[in-house]
């Protein structure tokens, strides 16, 4: 409808969009999918069901059988009125009602095999959209995700991804029962009379008139029911997802009213798709009536002039009701389809979004690294956004700890991620082992390098898979171990099952320190010769931070660590400490340098270097 040239459209279609217009005039938070053309969206699908183009062949096989037996059915009908009823004779009964039976099983077997066979490819298409859209979604940056309301990302993988399914494997199928339907009965009454299957057929056309007048109008609305059925989802899990802040605050009732905001936007859409139907689906009975109200006259007229028998006049008009449900149906197909492809479009817009991060066509893999990490005058600017690193050149060490230190804002949150390769620098390059970490496969450089978030990611899985998830094979000594080493070992013994106890949905059945001390642990299990601790001991206490920190300092002696911290805990195990400071790096010095140079000789140097690294931090 709108940014259509209206001077393509004819009155009746500007009625229709008047009639349907104003209920999408209040606009969902989720922007809309670019248009794409139906022949486009089958293009782009059809490499999801050409493995199994076979079994396609062979469920279109029922599908275009059942409309013969189907036909045959009618026919024996008027045997049984002309040979049976009429002159009350029952000696072809017996044969009749075989041929009924026979006609019934046969349909049975071939209405199984449509069933089973179709059901087989709906059900693999659909997974295999779903797994092609999942592992796109995987592979987009953290940033890129954040970007998307995660309720509307779940709404295109289920129900949008179904909408396709409808487009591809089932509207085929329809397509070749309507087709064939529609051969058969229309040869069925030529054959049984000429002239009034001629003007049976003049009124076919109506049909497909009548759907198109609509098409456009059905597609509008078929994206904003889509997208509105996105935006409905993503408050909702926005809003589930905050609960405890929702709750504290008090707010449960402003965001009742934003959910019933939505969710009005979401059925006035829904209420116009049905206000459209209710117009069209009267029009199609209309014709339909009419042309059986036709047909009726004209066939008792040949039933009076001894034309017809009354047995050929009931198949006839039995043939010409069946008729128009095939017509009907493919001119239905029209509006499906562009129903359908308002989820296509959605998919597609996800699936043409570029993973920001990609991976070179002759990347190698770099096995196990040394761990020497290096930047060389790396800047990073986020899209249409000023510079947040600028100019760092710097050289990790194995068997350093350096400690990164800064001020909010400082760059350090970018410079993680660029360490973990989530985004790639605007200029200047990061090297493992003197190699440009754009030259090496994605899953080959993150095996070298563990990282512990500031917001621990735990899995609703049992502590000890939760530990294990950075390297499957860890075994469960090495798992007893690196929880031991992060201190957990004595809190998931008061676990109701111990090791086994699943720790639910972001292991909300842990404490903040809890959930700190299993990323550790799952860090230590992942034995990366580099690692990058991002605030670790943010959520513990100064006694459990003084532990896990020497812990650390121990167990990952020999690989390169890099640790973004404000905690003086943290920076008196670390060998130096390098400055951030409006994205650009003001200081690299050692901690017992940096310490000297303050105070000069001093009792306790590490207290002063400490000192000196919280000031750096201020």
């Known amino acids: 409808m709108a940014g259509r040239d209206r001077s393509t459209r004819g009155p009746f279609q500007r009625v229709l969009e008047r009639l349907v217009r104003a209920p999408l005039d209040a606009a969902s938070f989720i922007p809309a999918a670019p248009p794409v053309a139906i022949r486009t969206i089958v293009r782009r699908f059809w490499?999801?069901?050409?493995?199994?183009?076979?079994?396609?062949v062979v469920g279109l096989i029922p599908l275009a059988i059942l409309p013969l037996i189907e036909t045959f059915e009618i026919w024996l009908f008027q045997i049984v009125v002309d040979d049976v009823l009429t002159p009350a004779d029952l000696s072809l009964l017996p044969m009749l009602a075989a041929a009924f039976i026979g006609l019934?099983?046969?349909?049975?077997?071939?209405?199984?095999?449509?069933?089973?066979?179709?059901?087989?490819?709906?059900?693999?298409?659909?997974?295999?959209?779903?797994?092609?859209?999942?592992q796109h979604l995987l592979r987009q940056s953290p940033d890129a995700l954040d970007r998307r309301h995660l309720?509307?990302?779940?709404?295109?993988?289920?129900?949008?991804?179904?909408?396709?399914?409808?487009?591809?494997?089932?509207?085929?199928?329809?397509?070749?029962?309507?087709?064939?339907?529609?051969?058969?009965?229309?040869?069925?009454?030529?054959?049984?009379?000429?002239l009034l299957a001629v003007i049976s057929l003049v009124l076919a056309p109506l049909f497909w008139g009548a759907a198109r007048l609509f098409a456009s109008a059905a597609r509008d609305l078929a994206r904003e029911r889509r997208r509105r059925r996105g935006g409905v989802m993503a408050l909702a899990e926005e809003s589930l997802s905050h609960a405890p802040l929702i709750?504290?605050?008090?707010?449960?009732?402003?965001?009742?009213?934003?959910?019933?905001?939505?969710?009005?936007v979401a059925a006035d859409a829904e209420v116009a798709s049905a206000r459209l139907n209710s117009m069209l689906m009267p029009l199609v009975d209309f014709v339909e009536v009419i042309g059986a109200l036709v047909i009726t006259g004209l066939g008792t007229l040949a039933l009076a002039d001894g034309r017809l028998s009354l047995g050929e006049l009931l198949v006839f008009l039995t043939y010409l009701s069946q008729l128009y449900r095939p017509v009907r149906d493919l001119a239905e197909l029209t509006t499906a389809a562009f129903?359908?492809?308002?989820?296509?479009?959605?998919?597609?817009?996800?699936?043409?979004?570029?993973?920001?991060?990609?991976?070179?066509?002759?990347?190698?893999?770099?096995?196990?690294?040394?761990?020497?990490?290096?930047?060389?005058q790396v800047g990073y600017a986020y899209p249409g956004g000023e510079p947040v690193l600028s100019g760092i050149s710097v050289e990790f060490e194995p068997g350093s700890m350096t400690a990164v230190v800064g001020p909010s804002g400082a760059g350090k949150s970018t410079l993680v991620k660029l360490l973990l390769r989530f985004i790639d620098p605007s200029e200047g390059r990061v090297l493992l082992d003197g190699r440009d970490i754009r030259g090496l496969t994605l899953?080959?450089?993150?095996?070298?390098?563990?990282?512990q978030?500031?917001?621990?990611?735990?899995?609703?899985?049992?502590?000890?898979?939760?530990?294990?998830?950075?390297?499957?094979?860890?075994?469960?000594a090495e798992v007893r171990a690196a929880l031991e080493a992060a201190d957990a070992a004595g809190f998931s013994e008061t676990l109701g099952d111990g090791h086994a106890t699943r720790l639910a949905q972001h292991g909300r059945r842990l404490s903040g320190g809890q959930r700190a001390r299993v990323e550790i642990a799952r860090l230590l299990v992942q034995d990366a010769p580099v690692v990058v601790l991002d605030e670790p001991t943010a959520a513990l206490d100064a006694e459990t931070s003084r532990k896990v920190m020497r812990a650390l300092r121990v167990l990952l002696r020999g690989r390169t660590v890099i640790v973004i911290t404000h905690d003086p805990v943290a920076l008196e195990v670390a060998d130096r400490i390098m400055g951030l400071e409006s994205g650009r790096m003001v200081s690299v010095t050692s901690a017992l340098a940096?310490?000297?140079?303050?105070?000069?000789?001093?009792?306790?140097?590490?207290?002063?270097?400490?000192?000196?690294?919280?000031?750096?931090?201020a």
């Open 47 to 56: 490499p999801f069901l050409r493995p199994y183009r076979r079994w396609v």
């Open 104 to 134: 019934v099983l046969a349909s049975a077997v071939l209405s199984y095999v449509d069933d089973v066979v179709g059901t087989y490819v709906s059900e693999r298409f659909t997974l295999g959209v779903r797994r092609s859209l999942y």
């Open 151 to 194: 309720g509307d990302t779940l709404a295109r993988v289920s129900g949008d991804v179904a909408a396709v399914e409808g487009l591809m494997v089932s509207a085929p199928g329809e397509i070749v029962s309507a087709v064939v339907r529609a051969i058969l009965f229309s040869g069925a009454m030529f054959l049984i009379d000429p």
């Open 247 to 264: 709750q504290a605050t008090g707010r449960e009732a402003d965001e009742l009213a934003r959910f019933d905001a939505e969710g009005e």
């Open 339 to 376: 129903t359908a492809s308002g989820g296509a479009e959605r998919i597609l817009e996800v699936l043409d979004e570029e993973p920001s991060i990609a991976e070179r066509p002759d990347a190698v893999d770099p096995g196990r690294a040394h761990g020497l990490v290096r930047l060389e």
């Open 443 to 451: 899953r080959g450089f993150r095996r070298n390098i563990a990282v």
């Open 453 to 476: 978030f500031q917001d621990p990611h735990i899995l609703d899985a049992s502590l000890v898979e939760n530990v294990r998830y950075a390297r499957p094979g860890a075994t469960d």
């Open 594 to 617: 940096a310490a000297s140079r303050e105070s000069g000789a001093s009792a306790d140097p590490a207290r002063d270097a400490v000192a000196h690294a919280a000031r750096s931090a």
